[in-house]
């Protein structure tokens, strides 16, 4: 049986004035890239868990994520910079996006 992996994201949102968390089951994304763009126009991402169905196993990815966003050809929106920063903290997160604007 070919190994089905799943990325569940984790983000916090308003709603009727209330912040609640959400899950995007994100099925359809297959590549490590789709997802950090998929996570790049989330608002508010808190976690990104890969659930590998084959094996019966899960695990938190969020900081393999955030690293990678780092080195993505993507544009980095202010919802992506504290999702970094939360991810790497903050004077790491500083110091990548400071490298990528030079």
């Known amino acids: ?8 994201v984790l983000a916090d949102v308003m709603l009727d004035g209330r912040r609640v968390q959400t899950i995007e ?7 490590e890239r789709q ?6 126009r989330t608002e ?3 976690r990104i868990i890969e659930v590998n169905v084959g094996e019966n ?4 990815i969020s900081e393999d994520i955030a ?5 993505a050809p993507i544009e980095l929106n202010e919802c992506s910079k504290e ?6 903290g903050c004077d790491v997160a500083r110091q990548a ?5 030079a």
Do not use: C, G, K, P
């Open 57 to 60: 196993s899960s695990r938190d």
């Open 83 to 88: 999702f970094l920063e939360d991810q790497l």
């Open 35 to 40: 997802l950090i763009e998929f996570v790049s």
């Open 97 to 101: 996006l400071h490298e990528i604007a």
């Open 25 to 31: 089951d994100t099925h359809d994304l297959f590549t």
């Open 1 to 8: 049986m070919t190994d089905r992996v799943y990325y569940l």
């Open 67 to 71: 690293r990678a966003m780092i080195h």
């Open 44 to 46: 508010n991402v808190q």
